[in-house]
């Protein structure tokens, strides 16, 4: 899971673990910003060229890919790997031109140094036959030539570049330096983004129960999380900071079951869009040589099986964070955090102090959640639409009716406020924390502390300040070299060192 927000809210939550804190389809695939396309129509056969001498339509190719998509899941083993498409045979099928597979098999020799057929297989991500007519066309054009065969396997040759071929490569990265595995198109990602919604698991009422026993809440706001993460809808967790909505978030989306398929990269109107990030993606499988070549017949390697993803956003988010970025000087785009969540979670966190407004933020992605579908521009004016299939989820210590208006806040279904600890949940935080970092409790001292705290009028405790009470009591014992206890005296003293540095309304 990425978390890209800066400073979090620090001991938030009711937390007892020394870590508390807190559709309609689209379906055309491009549209333009000229009018000219009309956007409720899926684009017909006639649209569609054919391939440069395969005689294959793209069109037919896709319809092949739609058919692997719908097979039975029981045909396949794993749902997962029911929605990943077969390897493609042909130009037509891997929707890409030989000009541009040749370029990119030029940058990665290039890079590589001398691969092997087996590894430009997997660097590709195409099959061996696929693999094979790329290398013959290479080498016709006296590009790439043999230095060896490798010790693995007979025919597995290794190449490198001749002198013409550094020249044309130089060429290639002057149009762009993208040299990661074949992109897929953006009508294949639309068909496998929408096949796999039918086999995404929701998590299980007693997931959510056993995530939440993590937490001390009272019943009816315990009851509440629960119904709200258990929807699968949007949803908003609000109140003071120190009491638990960060890291509510954080572990449900660590809590997320299944794998999705993400591709490496997408190909649209002439560019490249990288989607794949180690920072967000965790790949469930790695494959070696052999067996590159082995599931040659089976699955399309543009794609990886990942776990759901769960994207964590904080008061950095600005503008740029919302749309395609061009890199100038890679010149290809990298994907937004709501596409690298597809199939997952998008968390932000600390929503309204980001360098956009709220209404703004919500606006962006509320919308498309809704719809089922989202619009990407890039720098030339074309617009990419893809599907939408993230979830996500917001926290904040503002007021939500400062935030936005009504007319935004109804598309957020699910709003649940997590307040300050009453003086039975404070005391049960405090117990078991104390029995977490050992440190002794006379027989009434919890009682007596939460007592104290709660009749002082200028003291509204957060669940956080719990913590930091025990950890101030824990390193005082070991300054006094002796066993830590909450007694009235070292009580006293981290009242003293702690809640008197600061107003009580501060955020704790």
Same mark, same amino acid.
């Given at each position: 899971?990425?978390?890209?927000?800066?400073?979090?809210?620090?001991?938030? *939550?009711?937390?007892?673990?020394?870590?508390?804190?807190?559709?309609?389809?689209?379906?055309?695939?491009?549209?333009?910003?000229?009018?000219?396309?009309?956007? @409720?129509?899926?684009? $017909?056969?006639?649209?569609?060229?054919?391939?440069?001498? $395969?005689?294959?339509? =793209?069109?037919? @190719?896709?319809?092949?890919?739609?058919?692997?998509?719908?097979?039975?899941?029981?045909?396949?083993?794993? +749902?997962?790997?029911?929605?990943?498409?077969?390897?493609?045979?042909?130009?037509?099928?891997?929707? #890409?031109?030989?000009?541009?597979?040749?370029?990119?098999?030029?940058?990665?020799?290039?890079?590589?140094?001398?691969?092997?057929?087996?590894? /430009?297989? !997997?660097?590709?991500? &195409?099959?061996?036959?696929?693999?094979?007519? =790329?290398?013959? @066309?290479?080498?016709?054009?006296?590009?790439?030539?043999?230095?060896?065969?490798?010790?693995?396997?007979?025919?597995?040759?290794?190449?490198?570049?001749?002198?013409?071929?550094?020249?044309?490569?130089?060429?290639? #990265?002057? !149009?762009?330096?993208?040299?990661? +595995?074949?992109?897929?198109?953006?009508?294949?990602?639309?068909?496998?983004? !929408?096949?796999?919604? *039918?086999?995404?698991?929701?998590? $299980?009422?007693?997931?959510?129960?056993? #995530?939440?026993?993590?937490?001390?809440?009272?019943?009816?706001?315990?009851?509440?999380?629960?119904?709200?993460?258990?929807?699968?809808?949007?949803?908003?967790?609000? *109140?003071? $900071?120190?009491?638990?909505?960060?890291?509510?978030?954080?572990?449900?989306?660590?809590?997320?079951?299944?794998?999705?398929? &993400?591709?490496?990269?997408?190909?649209?109107?002439?560019?490249?869009?990288?989607?794949?990030?180690?920072?967000?993606?965790?790949?469930?499988?790695?494959?070696?040589?052999?067996?590159?070549?082995?599931?040659?017949?089976?699955?399309?390697?543009?794609?990886?099986?990942?776990?759901? +993803?769960?994207?964590?956003?904080?008061?950095?988010?600005?503008?740029?964070?919302?749309?395609?970025?061009?890199?100038?000087?890679?010149?290809?785009?990298?994907?937004?955090?709501?596409?690298?969540?597809?199939?997952?979670?998008?968390?932000?966190?600390?929503?309204?102090?980001?360098?956009?407004?709220?209404?703004?933020?919500?606006?962006?992605?509320?919308?498309?959640?809704?719809?089922?579908?989202?619009?990407?521009?890039?720098?030339?004016?074309?617009?990419?639409?893809? %599907?939408?299939?993230?979830?996500?989820?917001?926290?904040?210590?503002?007021?939500?009716?400062?935030?936005? *208006?009504?007319? &935004?806040?109804?598309?957020?279904?699910?709003? &649940?406020?997590?307040?300050?600890?009453?003086?039975?949940?404070?005391?049960?935080?405090?117990?078991? /924390?104390? !029995?977490?970092?050992?440190?002794?409790? %006379?027989?009434?001292?919890?009682?007596?502390?939460?007592?104290?705290?709660? @009749?002082?009028?200028?003291?509204?405790?957060?669940?956080?300040?719990?913590?930091?009470?025990?950890?101030?009591?824990?390193?005082?014992?070991?300054?006094?070299?002796?066993?830590?206890?909450?007694?009235?005296?070292?009580?006293?003293?981290?009242?003293? #060192?702690?809640?008197?540095?600061?107003?009580?309304?501060? %955020?704790?």
């Amino acid at each position: 899971m990425q978390s890209d927000h800066g400073p979090e809210e620090m001991a938030e *939550g009711h937390e007892v673990n020394d870590q508390a804190d807190e559709s309609p389809r689209q379906p055309s695939v491009f549209r333009r910003e000229d009018g000219n396309h009309d956007v @409720s129509r899926s684009p $017909s056969t006639n649209d569609r060229p054919t391939d440069d001498g $395969s005689g294959v339509s =793209i069109a037919t @190719s896709l319809r092949n890919v739609a058919a692997t998509l719908e097979a039975d899941p029981a045909a396949g083993g794993e +749902p997962e790997i029911a929605c990943f498409p077969r390897q493609p045979r042909t130009l037509a099928e891997v929707g #890409l031109s030989k000009a541009f597979l040749t370029d990119l098999a030029l940058k990665i020799i290039h890079y590589s140094g001398a691969p092997s057929t087996a590894q /430009l297989m !997997r660097r590709v991500g &195409v099959g061996q036959a696929m693999i094979q007519q =790329i290398l013959t @066309s290479l080498q016709e054009e006296r590009l790439c030539e043999v230095i060896s065969q490798s010790d693995l396997y007979t025919g597995n040759y290794r190449y490198r570049l001749s002198e013409r071929g550094t020249a044309r490569v130089i060429e290639a #990265l002057e !149009r762009t330096r993208y040299a990661g +595995p074949a992109p897929v198109t953006a009508d294949q990602y639309a068909e496998v983004i !929408r096949a796999q919604q *039918g086999y995404k698991q929701a998590p $299980s009422r007693s997931q959510i129960t056993a #995530l939440l026993d993590e937490f001390v809440f009272a019943p009816e706001v315990a009851d509440a999380v629960a119904r709200a993460l258990y929807s699968g809808k949007t949803t908003m967790l609000h *109140g003071l $900071s120190g009491n638990g909505k960060t890291k509510i978030l954080e572990r449900f989306a660590l809590t997320l079951d299944g794998t999705v398929l &993400v591709p490496f990269a997408i190909y649209a109107y002439g560019q490249v869009i990288r989607v794949f990030d180690p920072s967000v993606h965790e790949t469930v499988e790695e494959l070696t040589e052999p067996e590159v070549v082995k599931d040659d017949d089976k699955l399309d390697r543009r794609w990886v099986r990942v776990r759901r +993803p769960a994207v964590v956003l904080g008061s950095e988010i600005g503008s740029e964070s919302l749309d395609l970025a061009y890199d100038p000087q890679a010149r290809f785009y990298q994907a937004p955090p709501h596409i690298k969540a597809q199939g997952g979670v998008l968390v932000i966190d600390d929503l309204g102090r980001q360098k956009i407004k709220p209404e703004e933020l919500m606006t962006r992605w509320l919308i498309p959640a809704e719809r089922g579908w989202d619009s990407l521009s890039l720098i030339t004016g074309e617009k990419l639409t893809v %599907p939408f299939d993230v979830r996500i989820l917001l926290g904040t210590n503002r007021p939500i009716h400062e935030l936005m *208006g009504d007319d &935004v806040l109804r598309r957020i279904l699910y709003k &649940v406020e997590i307040p300050s600890p009453g003086p039975r949940e404070f005391a049960e935080i405090l117990r078991q /924390l104390c !029995r977490l970092r050992s440190v002794k409790t %006379p027989e009434g001292a919890i009682e007596r502390v939460v007592e104290r705290l709660y @009749s002082q009028p200028a003291v509204k405790p957060r669940a956080a300040n719990a913590r930091d009470l025990v950890e101030i009591i824990v390193e005082g014992g070991a300054y006094d070299e002796r066993e830590p206890v909450l007694d009235e005296e070292s009580f006293e003293r981290a009242m003293g #060192l702690f809640m008197c540095q600061r107003g009580a309304d501060e %955020p704790a």
